[in-house]
Structures are given as C-alpha cells and as structure tokens.
C-alpha cells in the first residue's frame, strides 16, 4: 500500500492556479512534513517545452543565496576566523576602509535672518557631530542581520528604475567586480547606527560573503562548496553551472511571459549566485529542521534566530528578521513561526519556509517573474492545517 501523498488536492489546486495566470510557466513545488518529502512539477517549461519541470530542474534562487552566505559565516565564526561583533573594517583588505555612524547632537537656535511680524526670532533646529561620541562601526553580525544602513544595490551601481523608463538592465551583476565592490564601500553614507534598525542589503550581503572567504583565503564559491554543498550532498547547487547542467536549466520568463536571458554573478554572487533545484533545496531545508548535535545543526539553528523587527505594512503578517533569515507568523489561529527567505532574478522567483515545531517545510520554484510568496504561505497552512494543535498566544501578562 502505497503512502499517502503530501499533495492534496487543495495544495495541487493552489499551485495549479499559480501556473494558470500572468502568463506563468513552469513550477516545482517540493513539501516536507515530518521526516517525508515529496516533490512535483506544475505548468511547462516555456512555450517551445510542454512538459513540467521536475526535481532536477535548475533555477536561479537570487536573495534566497544569502542564508547559505550567513551560515558559512556563523560556520567560520565557530571555527574561530572570527567573533561576529568584530568590526569588519579590521578585517578588511588593506587600503580598504569602511563606513562608520559619527553620533549627532541637534539642538534649536534662534534665527534671526527671518523673523515674524512682531519681531520675535523664529527658531530653527541644528544637527552637528557630537565632538566627543565614539564612531559606530560595522560588524559581521550587522551584515547577516541586514542592520549595517548600507544601500541595497552596491553604491555605483544603478540597478533600480522604479518607474520602467526604458528597459530595465537585463544582467545587472555580471560585471560588478569585488575590487569595485571593496572600492565603494566607504562611499555609503550611514544614517543611522549600525545595528539599531532593519535595512534590507543586498550590497551587505554580498560584502559579507566575499569577506568571509577572503579571511579564509578562499573563493567563495569554493567556500561554499566545502563547508556547505558537499556535507549536504547538494550536487545540483551552483554559481556556475557545469557543462552536463546546462541542460537542465530552465528559461526563466518575464511578468509577462516573454522569455529573458539568465543572470551571471562576480563580486555580487554571495547576495544571489546560486543556481538550484528542488531536490538539493530540499536537502538544505531538512537539514534546518535537524536539531542534532552537529556543527552544521548549530550553525542553523543560530542563523534562524530572531535578531530585529522588520517594519511592515499593517495588514503584513509580524516579521523579524535573523541572519538573513527572516520570520514571520504563519496566521493567528496556529500563531506558529515560519521561517522563510524568498529570491527572485529576471526571470525567476523562489521561496523556501519551514516552522521547525512542526517539522513541516515548503520550497517553491518558478521560472516566471511573478511572485510566489503568499503561494508558500498557504501552501504551509494547508500542510500543517490537519495535523498541528493552535498554539496559544502569547500573554504580556505573564
């Protein structure tokens, strides 16, 4: 007698519809729940490929990159490379410096270059340096926690176009080099103190990576591959993909549909490099969920903790964010807590969650533009739905 399976016909509904609309094409749709795994393709390849991809299909993961990057950092902080409070700007090459937050103090002074019609001085507000606070420095844990104030796209690179006058970049990255990268750093003006508030950075990420490697007198890739790819037998997990990869690559397609050109990665791979299919993330999920006594255990279940807020929108579910990871309630009835990243490239998006109480996760693959997020949100619910017991709330009052 056969198991039953993890896809219901709700959960092949949602991701069916997904694959239905905006023009979408092909979906990989990997669960996990306690201990099991199952894997399974939705939609067509492109217009030419009919077919659905499977666990063998290779995507582009984009941000989702960098919780393999905070782990390698937690990894080579454990072996003693490093304490994640270090100031990066010690460990940085040399004649490369970075940022610091120089503390003001305002104050209100009268003016008298404009004054009211009875004469009175107005008054008005002056921020200067405080003479004699101490500089806030950047440190590793800033970088993973996404609090270091520096600029999402490396300063320099002029990726963002809010308002789609003419055509967006189509390979942003692919010639951003790390001596550019090093070189910019100290160009990023801090406002605020390192540590104190949640800005999302790609950039930071990126900085982190390729600093981690280079104390280890690495490459990053290949940091990646040791410390990471290889003890999870992740074959399928790249930057570059081989020869014999190739041609399980998937096209991936614009918002609209049309087909769009791959993504190539140098001083920005460590922020959204990696290539990767259902199988190998499934791989890297499960073993999220380990809780043995192992150093890769440790290291992940340290990335996963809550670190800051995330200022959301009101009606957005509550979010933390960890060392890259971030966290966010599933729904007020269960009030468990998913932990989960999302990426997204030209032509791709992807989201990866799991709620460790449960011993329950979800990796979603698409080769469309289109988002998938609230699709792995739900995908979730209708997994743990009929076997997990509400939680209570929290109290304040107790």
Known sequence: MNAQSLFSADIN????????KKKNKGLVVGLISNGTNEIKGFGQLSNNAIHPPDENTIFELGSVTSVFT???MLIAAQEGHFQLEDRIRDYLPSGVDAPAFKPFICREVEDYSHTAVDNVPRTRMICEPAPFAPEVCITFCNLASHTAALSDDPKGL???????IGKQKKDPYKDYTKAELYEKLYRNDLNFAPGTHYKYSNSGIALLGNLVADIQQKD???LLEEKLLIPLQMDDTQITLRDDQLSRFAIGHTRKGKATNAWNFK???PAGGLKSTGKDLVRFIQANLTT???VLADAFEQVQQPRIDVYTRKKERPTTVGYGWFISTLNEVTNQPVVWHHGGTGGFRVFVGFIKDTQTGVVILSNSANAVDELGFDLLEQIISVTTVPAKPISSNN
């Open 13 to 20: 509904a949602f991701a069916q519809e997904y694959v239905n």
């Open 70 to 72: 905070t782990s390698l």
């Open 158 to 164: 002029y990726a963002w176009n809010p308002l789609y």
């Open 220 to 222: 990053f890739s290949d």
């Open 267 to 269: 001083a920005m791979a």
């Open 292 to 294: 043995d006594n192992t």
